[in-house]
């Protein structure tokens, strides 16, 4: 019963030690070629002095910012003899399988905390499939991940047309100014991702010490501080 029980232990660990492997060459090409979004500008598009073709057409041509959301669209026209007219509409951006991370406003050194992220699948299908988070200097470009946690990729499940979450907890480190949280979820064909940075806030304060510097006579007065 003994040696059973050890080959048991052996048989769990040995599957223990398979789940921390690194991911397949299949899987790392998806996330190296996921589409990771970094423009989340407010306004995607803006033009003060548009002219109609002879059929009264305006084509525009501009690239959309890449925010995941409902997006109002708005006019103002007019004619040289000062008629008005407005249109009004709205569009929504998408994608099949998106990220949503839920990061805070700043980090503070030495800090731990989760940080967690919305995969939304809008497909008609059940979806599995992993998401990993990366930490990357802003001042160099290097991968400083392993500073923040050992085991940055999770596995996640999404039914049909509904949300799932995921999450990591991270400590904080210290000496580093401002950080790019990278969070990328790759499934049965499907990718998304975002890029936002952060700042990371120290916990020294900056100290004023003030002392008092009398001169009562003429001559040279000397103080030590």
Do not use: C
């Given at each position: 019963?003994?040696s ?10 040995n599957?223990?030690?398979?789940m921390?492997e ?5 899987e790392?090409?998806a996330?190296?070629?996921?589409e ?16 109609t ?5 305006i ?6 910012p ?6 109002n669209?708005?006019?103002l026209?007019?004619?040289?003899d ?11 951006t998408?994608?099949n ?5 839920n ?6 050194e ?5 940080i967690s992220a919305?995969i ?15 930490f ?15 085991n940055?990729i999770?596995t996640f499940?999404?039914?049909?047309s509904?949300?799932?979450?995921v ?5 904080v480190?210290k000496s580093?100014g401002a950080v790019a949280?990278?969070?990328v ?5 499907h990718?998304?991702?975002e890029?936002k940075?952060l700042?990371?806030l120290?916990?020294?304060m900056m ?5 008092p510097?009398?001169v009562r ?9």
């Amino acid at each position: 019963e003994e040696s059973s029980l050890i080959a048991a232990d052996a048989v769990a660990l040995n599957e223990a030690v398979e789940m921390e492997e690194e991911l397949s060459e299949e899987e790392a090409e998806a996330f190296d070629n996921a589409e990771v979004r970094t423009n989340f500008n407010e306004t995607a598009y803006f033009a003060s002095n548009l002219t109609t073709d002879q059929d009264g057409n305006i084509f525009i041509n501009f690239t959309m910012p890449e925010s995941m959301t409902r997006w109002n669209v708005m006019g103002l026209a007019h004619t040289k003899d000062m008629k008005i007219g407005d249109v009004s509409s709205s569009l929504v951006t998408q994608k099949n399988v998106s990220v949503t991370p839920n990061l805070p406003r700043f980090m503070r050194e030495g800090d731990e905390m989760y940080i967690s992220a919305k995969i939304a699948n809008l497909t008609e299908n059940t979806i599995s499939g992993k998401a990993k988070i990366e930490f990357i200097n802003t001042q160099n470009s290097e991968d400083i991940t392993d500073k923040f946690l050992k085991n940055n990729i999770v596995t996640f499940s999404a039914d049909a047309s509904r949300n799932t979450s995921v999450e990591w907890k991270i400590s904080v480190p210290k000496s580093i100014g401002a950080v790019a949280v990278r969070i990328v979820a790759i499934a049965e064909g499907h990718s998304d991702g975002e890029e936002k940075v952060l700042p990371i806030l120290t916990n020294r304060m900056m100290v004023t010490e003030t002392m008092p510097l009398p001169v009562r006579r003429a001559g040279t007065t000397k103080f030590s501080f």
